[in-house]
């Protein structure tokens, strides 16, 4: 058949157009066998690595193309092995620290790139399969492999890891053990910078390489510093440099007293107090107990105490009277020898002579009232009926004596020691007394009128006698005015005292009047009203007959053949007198009196002089 030509075209050139429509038509089929062979080989392939990843794609840089997953998975896990056990090494100086990924929260998504790598040409679109598969084919594909960092993990591994870096700083410290003087020395702190070292993996740990890293940290600085308690040391070590010696002479010291107080007890009166210095930094306040230091001198005060004398008083009707002012004493001038105490506490030189002051005496007039003596409470009263002058005289002197006395409050009254000496300056006389068993002359005969009085006036006041002597004989004048036997006191200087004790809590006052006219002693003790009732009575135990033979004395100060009597010869007796005393109506004391008369020899003293 013959093809037909277009119209106009010559028949020349018909040849050539053929030649091209065939040439057209091969191209046009190869072009098509080419696009089937291509889909051919990708529909063939797709079916050959339906369980594979396709050629060409690669995770971070490492070709799994071909691979099946479990393949891929086992070579990204060779890769990072090293990474996942021990992505970092921390070291801080000499120490060393390897934690592996999942102490520090390291994850990688490892699974999450295999899921991305096997979907490539493997879409369910064919089309789409085909149009990747074919830029896969041509260009290929990295895959990124993702890292996750949960920080709390690694935070908490930081934080056991800090337990092994950390210190805390230690401060300066003072204080005292007894007397030694404890110095605790500064000490630098440190702490793990956590969040600061967690930045520094966090920047490692993307390299996905193991790395090294340096764990931060930073110095803490003590609060308080050696140099701030420095100078509390020093005062510490001053204070303590030696035990102090104290000197004083007065009182109970008249040849002079020391007194040491020990290291031991000087830290006991130390305090240690903190506070802020005026530059802001710590320091600390070294306090001295002062009032520790005056109870310590408390007992040596008393030692060295010399009590002023108290003034005699006039009764005056109840309106007390100073007659004769009493004496200042000297006690410790306690604020100079703080003073002086605080100077060597701060001084290499520890002895400290204490200063005395004089006192005021004890009672004077500003205070006399305040004594509350307000009524009499004790009267004594007895009989010098019929003595010879010498006798009165001496009884006057002795009440002078008494009378005008002030006895303190617990105070022991002693009859002695408030008569003095017994001499004719003071106005006593001679006269007889009985001694070593018989009536002769002594210094201040018949005080013991005086004694008895008093003995009488302290016995009716209820007071507790604490000594008292009897008379070896019986003397008519202590019973003159009705008075049971054994009512008397008997005193000799220096050997027998009278003595009672002040128990009513208040002041008493002594006073003596001597009845010329009556010829009658009275001794009366005055106080504050005491609500004390006494009450007496009296046994006689036993009578003794006087001896009738009389006794003689050989005096050789009086010429030969000069015979005197001095004493009466008496019957002998034994009697007890008992006494009670109420206090608002109960039994405050009880005691028994006792007393034995000696039968009593005429006695004659015979001259053997020349």
Known sequence: MERSLPAGIPHRHRSRFWRIIEWLLVIAVLIILAILLGYGAIILSDRLLAERIYPNISVRGLPIGGMTRAEARAALHRR???????????????????????????????????????????QSEWEVNAQIAAATWQYGIDLPLHLTFDQRVAQATLQMIATEIDRAPIDASVDLRGSTVVVGREAWGRQTLIDETLADIAAAVQSLQPQEIAIRTRILEPQVRDSDLAPTVSELRLLLSGPIQLEGQGGQCRAGCRWEWSLDQIASWIRLRSLTAVDGRPAMAVMIDQAAIRAALTPIAAALREEGGLPRVDWNDGNLRIRTPGTPGRGLAVEEAMARINAVLYSSERTVTLP???????????????LGISAPVGVGVSS??????????????????????????????SFNTTLGPVTAERGFVEGYAIIDNRTQKEWGGGLCQVSTTVFRAAFFAGLPITERHAHSFRIGWYEELGEPPGLDAAIFTGVHDLRFVNDTGGWLLLTGTVDTRRQQLTITLYGSPTNRRVEYSYRILERMPAPTRPVYIDDPTLPSGVVRQTDTARD?????????????????????????????????VRGVGR
């Open 384 to 413: 010098f009926r019929n003595s010879a002058p010498y006798r009165i005289t001496n009884i006057q002197a002795g009440t002078r004596q008494m009378d005008g006395v002030l006895i303190p409050p617990g105070a022991t009254f």
């Open 572 to 604: 002998g007796l034994r009697v007890e007198i008992y006494r009670t005393v109420y206090a608002d109506g109960a039994v405050h004391l009880r005691d028994t009196i006792p007393t034995t008369f000696q039968p009593w020899p005429d006695i004659f």
């Open 80 to 122: 990072y092995a090293e990474f996942l056990a021990t992505p970092v090494t921390l070291h801080f100086n000499d120490q060393v620290w390897r934690p592996a990924a999942e102490d520090l929260g390291l994850h990688l998504a490892i699974e999450e790139a295999l899921d991305a790598a096997f979907a490539i040409g493997h």
């Open 356 to 370: 005395l002051r004089e006192l005021p005496p004890p009672v004077t007039a500003d205070n006399l009232a305040a």
